[in-house]
């Protein structure tokens, strides 16, 4: 029986050009700040490093793991980007997604499980004008462990109070955000964004 629905952030509960641009260019400037290198040097040596490492592990690394390599703390690139931009410029409120998630909480606990910083994650929540209806909001800074980590996984799970076999992982990055709850033994969701939330809610009503 599924009691708690652990939603991924970005890309998932929302879809934004401009804020993935945003994140991009934060993460440039961050480089170009440690390294002492204009900003088109650090993205050239971003975008290469990442392309290197979606070859060689399948899917595309994110920009913190890739500053990570770089010798930009965790810490460092998140302060970057919470003084870079403020996602509330550019993210919409959305009827439809409160719609569909107070639907699926009058079922089951909802929970953020996302990599971003809790200062980003706050904004991008409070832009979509859902931030009521999660009873807990993990990012990096709840336990200093990012996806795909399973630690991640498992630590949220004790934290909500249940069972591995009580989550279901929602999220748009299969190897990312899906494997790993997947192997804890948790079941899992894959969407495009958060249209695709309404097939979940749809598939949830079928379940007695």
């Not at 809790?118 to 991008?124: D, H, K, L, P, S």
Request: glycine share 4%; aromatic share 10%.
């Amino acid at each position: 029986m599924i009691k708690v629905i652990l939603f991924d952030l970005d890309g998932t509960l929302y879809s934004s050009a401009d804020v993935q641009k945003k994140f991009a260019e934060a993460a440039y400037h961050a480089l170009a700040k440690t390294k002492k290198i204009r900003i088109a040097q650090a993205q050239s040596l971003i975008e290469e490093t990442r392309a290197q490492l979606k070859a060689k592990h399948g899917f595309a690394v994110p920009y913190t793991l890739t500053l990570v390599r770089f010798g930009v703390s965790v810490e460092e690139w998140h302060k970057a980007n919470i003084d870079y931009f403020d996602p509330r410029d550019y993210i919409s409120a959305n009827g439809e997604l409160r719609k569909m998630l107070l639907h699926l909480k009058k079922r089951c606990r909802l929970a953020i499980l996302t990599n971003n910083n809790e200062v980003q994650a706050g904004r991008i929540l409070q832009a979509l004008r859902v931030e009521d209806l999660f009873d807990r909001v993990f990012t990096y800074n709840s336990f200093r462990t990012m996806k795909p980590n399973p630690q991640f996984f498992g630590k949220a799970a004790k934290a909500m109070a249940v069972a591995p076999g009580e989550c279901l992982v929602v999220g748009d990055r299969y190897s990312v955000d899906l494997i790993p709850a997947q192997n804890l033994g948790m079941q899992i969701y894959e969407v495009r964004g958060p249209d695709d939330i309404s097939k979940l809610v749809t598939a949830l009503r079928s379940v007695a």
